[in-house]
């Protein structure tokens, strides 16, 4: 394992894993969390929205006394917070769902704006925070963003933070904060930490054909997962890329990644703007499956959706259907056809990429429930009852 430096000192593992996506199975959750620590990762990133996720990091880090082997990160959920007493509230039934009595890296969830920050200064967010910083109940204080490029940097100057979280990658190069928050945040000496580095794994297991065939031209023992972290390892303003590993198959191959990376040279930095450019055509919705979304008032699986409607670009008709069919409205016993959609708007308020969700759907009722077929997708249903 490879480690850099936070504000403080503390040397981080350059992988994280981000708890969000952990495995339904618990035993195998455990399995993964394990692997993690024994490989060397020791940024663990969760957050009270995460539905089980701090619960279950708590209840194994306990049972197999790691809490002080690693360095928990998680969020005050800022939407959620409606009046002052909410701070003390959620941090306390982290605290619980955890099982420690301190938080290592404690972020102000996915801020949008500088606004949205003001709103929690106004309740005086910033002498709680240095409260239970003053206490040893939070070591540091950061925030996740999504937004533009220039609320990030008023965001930025707003506090002195000592670390932040943006989502960065070689595709998403230019969105929200970008490169240009990115090292706007290390000028100022404070850690960033990388969310959707593999773009919710698009770019381990969903890139075209050709951009595949261009990585393994330039170096064939590399996996598309070895270029997307690679490149972010590439550059030192970069503290630790947070991955969302779901098995320990895949945590073992992203160790093996760090253990081999190298520095980039450069016609190996040339290939990805080759790649960005074929993966663009077909990319053709910024879903990351983070599933914010989630739960839709009318039962439709958004990110599926979204992930079928690309996939159907990326691999072929015939496989976005078929998926389309198993995993999202044509084989299932509750029909939940992205045409049931009744434009509440709830999904779009609460994306963090900011995705037009409900002209998307449309358009994937479009692509895979065209007027002739419909009656055949009934009848599908009827027989399987």
Not at 288 to 316: D, E, F, H, M, R
Request: proline share 6%; aromatic share 12%; glycine share 6%.
């Amino acid at each position: 394992m490879q480690y850099r430096e936070d504000k403080a000192g503390n040397k981080l593992s350059v992988l994280g894993l981000g708890c969000m996506r952990f495995p339904r199975d618990k035993s195998e959750t455990e399995r993964l969390v394990l692997a993690a620590i024994e490989g060397g990762v020791n940024f663990f990133d969760t957050a009270y929205i995460y539905p089980g996720s701090e619960a279950v990091l708590g209840e194994i880090l306990a049972k197999h006394n790691k809490r002080k082997d690693i360095y928990i990160a998680t969020k005050l959920p800022a939407m959620m917070c409606k009046s002052p007493d909410d701070f003390d509230k959620y941090f306390n039934e982290q605290l619980r769902r955890l099982r420690t009595d301190y938080i290592d890296y404690y972020f102000i969830h996915s801020l949008p704006d500088s606004a949205a920050w003001e709103r929690l200064q106004k309740m005086g967010v910033e002498q709680w925070l240095e409260a239970k910083k003053q206490a040893g109940k939070i070591h540091q204080i950061g925030f996740s963003f999504h937004g533009t490029c220039v609320e990030f940097i008023k965001t930025l100057e707003a506090y002195p933070w000592d670390f932040t979280m943006i989502q960065y990658n070689y595709y998403d190069e230019n969105y929200q904060a970008g490169k240009k928050g990115l090292l706007a945040a290390h000028e100022k000496g404070i850690a960033v930490m990388i969310m959707e580095p593999l773009l919710g794994g698009q770019l381990a297991t969903g890139l075209p054909k050709p951009a595949i065939e261009m990585f393994k031209k330039s170096d064939s023992n590399l996996t598309p997962a070895d270029w997307a972290l690679w490149w972010l390892w590439n550059q030192p303003e970069v503290t630790v890329a947070v991955s969302g590993m779901k098995s320990v198959q895949i945590m073992e191959s992203n160790l093996s990644s760090v253990n081999n990376f190298r520095p980039l040279n450069e016609k190996e930095l040339d290939v990805y703007a080759n790649v960005v450019a074929l993966f663009r055509k077909s990319y053709k919705i910024k879903c990351t499956g983070c599933n914010y979304c989630l739960p839709c008032p009318k039962g439709i699986n958004i990110p599926a959706c979204l992930t079928v409607y690309n996939t159907s670009y990326l691999q072929g008709y015939f496989t976005g259907i078929t998926m389309y069919a198993t995993s999202t409205a044509i084989i299932t016993k509750k029909p939940n056809s992205p045409r049931l959609c009744n434009n509440c708007g709830k999904c779009e308020k609460i994306c963090p990429q900011n995705i037009p969700i409900r002209k998307e759907l449309k358009k994937v009722a479009r692509r895979f429930e065209p007027l002739p077929l419909r009656p055949i997708f009934a009848l599908i249903r009827r027989v399987i009852g």
